[in-house]
């Protein structure tokens, strides 16, 4: 039996993909660790349960392990030809999903509080999860470590997030809250 611990990391080291080691606080692996954050809180929301839209958030946190598995493979390394691509239809259907939920929402006439039902509150929080994550994958972009399409992803991804949690609210019969400035 293989154990779950290699003991390999306990000096503050971790192996990428392909071959070398990097510290744990390395931009590749902040950025991949953000976006396994994202999956499980995607998966935190599924597990309030999403109905109808349940199957596209299991598309998307399989999408999410590429994403992963593209963050944690350097480029040119011999593991990178072996990794599966992120796929810009990926996105189109992103959009695609976005257009369609918008069809059955109330338009969206000021900013909104995040919450409502749990399932919506839950992708309310991977949404801003979402949004760390793109945050981190930039510096890597901009640095050629990683392509544009993953901060195109992520960037859909939240939209998507903040529409879905809209969605869970309205076919709960849960109005979004609208955001009063203070006055005092």
């Known amino acids: 039996m293989t154990s779950i611990y290699t003991k390999t990391g306990d000096g503050g080291d971790t192996g990428l993909f392909g071959g070398g080691r990097v510290g744990k606080e390395d931009l590749r692996v902040d950025a991949y660790g953000q976006v396994d954050e994202l999956n499980a809180a995607i998966g935190v929301a599924r597990a309030h349960g999403l109905g109808a839209m349940d199957a596209l ?66 992708l309310h929080f991977a949404r801003t999860v979402c949004r760390r994550a793109e945050r981190r994958v930039v510096p890597l972009m901009r640095a050629g470590k990683v392509g544009p399409e993953a901060i195109v992803f992520l960037n859909r991804l939240s939209d998507l997030l903040f529409t879905m949690a809209r969605v869970a609210n309205h076919r709960a019969g849960v109005k979004d809250v609208p955001w009063v400035p203070s006055k005092g």
């Open 57 to 122: 958030t299991q598309d998307l946190q399989s999408q999410l392990f590429t994403l992963g598995a593209v963050l944690a493979t350097p480029a040119g390394s011999k593991a990178e030809a072996a990794i599966p691509k992120l796929k810009g239809e990926w996105t189109t259907a992103m959009e695609k999903a976005i257009d369609g939920f918008d069809q059955e929402l109330p338009a969206l006439t000021s900013f909104i509080l995040p919450g409502g039902t749990p399932a919506a509150a839950a």
